[in-house]
C-alpha cells in the first residue's frame, strides 16, 4: 500500500510540473533591417517599355531647298554677254565691226583689178589659194579718199556668202562693250546711213557700228 500510494503521488507532482520554456526569438543581426533586406533575393531587373513613334504626318509641307550657286555664275553671265568689237579709222572717223565677224588683217598687197565693176571694188587677191574680193570701205560709204600708207590695212571678215576684203586706213584696237552700249544712230546722218548699226560711246572715244553685210554688198 505504501508503494501504491506513492507511485501515485510522484505522478501527480509530474504532471503538475510547468513544461519547458520556448526559446527566445533570434535577434536581428549587426546590420539590421537593412542588412536583412540586402541579403533578400533581388528581382529580376525589366527594361522600361518605349511610347511608340508618333506616325509622320502626310499633310506636311515640304521644304522647300534652293538651289546651289556655283561661284561666279553672276560673272560669268556679265562676261558671256559682253561683245568685242574691232575699231579702225576711216578718213577722221573711227568705224567698228563684230570681231566674231573678223577672219584676219593683213597688210596691203597688189590686187588685180575687175573690169565694169563698181569703183568702190579695188580689185581681187589671191588668199591661200581663194579669190579674195578687196573693197575700198570709205568709198562704199561715200567717204572721201583715206590716206594708204604703211598703216593701211586689209580686214578680212565672213559673211553669210563669202569672204571679203575691207580697205581700211588704219586699224585702232578691239574695244569690249555691253550690249546696251550700243546707240541708235543719230537721225541727222544722211551720208551712208544705211550701212550703220548704231553708235558706241567708250570713254572720250565714239565709234560708228556697221551693219557689216549691208556694207559690203551682201
Not at 561683245?83 to 570681231?99: D, I, N, S, T
Request: glycine fraction near 8%.
Amino acid at each position: 500500500m505504501d508503494i501504491l500510494a506513492a507511485r501515485k503521488k510522484a505522478a501527480e507532482k509530474a504532471q503538475s510540473r510547468p513544461g519547458p520554456e520556448p526559446p527566445p526569438p533570434a535577434e536581428p543581426g549587426p546590420g539590421g533591417p537593412e542588412d536583412a533586406a540586402a541579403h533578400e533575393p533581388e528581382a529580376p531587373a525589366v527594361a522600361p517599355v518605349s511610347p511608340p513613334p508618333e506616325p509622320v504626318s502626310q499633310t506636311a509641307a515640304p521644304v522647300a531647298v534652293a538651289p546651289d550657286k556655283a561661284p561666279g555664275d553672276e560673272n560669268a553671265k556679265e562676261l558671256s554677254t559682253e561683245l568685242e568689237l574691232l575699231a579702225f579709222r576711216l578718213g577722221g572717223e573711227e568705224y567698228a565691226v563684230m570681231v566674231d565677224d573678223v577672219r584676219e588683217v593683213l597688210k596691203l598687197r597688189d590686187l588685180t583689178s575687175i573690169p565694169n565693176t563698181p569703183e568702190y571694188i579695188l580689185g581681187v587677191m589671191s588668199l591661200r589659194g581663194t579669190m579674195l574680193t578687196v573693197i575700198d570701205l570709205g568709198r562704199r560709204l561715200g567717204l572721201a579718199p583715206g590716206v594708204r600708207d604703211e598703216r593701211a590695212r586689209i580686214v578680212v571678215v565672213g559673211t553669210d556668202e563669202e569672204d571679203v576684203g575691207l580697205m581700211v586706213d588704219r586699224v585702232t584696237g578691239v574695244l569690249k562693250i555691253m550690249p546696251e552700249g550700243i546707240k541708235p544712230p543719230p537721225e541727222n546722218v544722211e551720208q551712208g546711213a544705211e550701212y550703220l548699226r548704231g553708235i558706241v560711246r567708250k570713254d572720250d572715244r565714239l565709234v560708228i557700228l556697221l551693219d557689216l553685210a549691208k556694207a559690203v554688198g551682201a
